[in-house]
């Protein structure tokens, strides 16, 4: 082995690990974002107040809609998720 290969190599799984650990925090910093109120700026604020509506678009697209209020200042808010389904191919 050449001391070439062994620097790629370890250069190349060391940019792997710092490719997935960075999207793990992306997904992390989305999720906290999203669970502190609007209006108050607190965190994990948000409690469910009533079950989430779910509304079929078409036959690959819904719509998911949750429903929060803040424990603190009472501001409700809603969030809407599109899930669109994979299509199954045969």
């Known amino acids: 082995m050449s001391a070439a290969w062994l620097q790629s190599e370890v250069f190349f799984f060391t940019g792997i690990f ?3 650990f960075s ?5 992390t910093k989305t999720y ?10 607190k965190e994990f604020a948000y409690s469910e107040t009533r079950e989430p ?3 079929n678009r078409y036959a690959s697209i819904a719509t998911i809609i949750s429903y929060h209020k803040c424990k603190y200042c009472g501001h409700e808010h809603e969030e809407t998720i599109n899930l669109v389904a994979a299509s199954e191919i045969y």
């Not at 999207?23 to 997904?27: E, Q």
């Not at 906290?32 to 700026?41: F, P, Q, T």
Request: charged share 10%.
């Open 18 to 20: 710092f490719l997935l």
């Open 23 to 27: 999207i793990l925090f992306y997904y």
């Open 32 to 41: 906290y974002l999203s669970r502190a109120c609007n209006k108050c700026g």
């Open 53 to 55: 509506s779910i509304i």
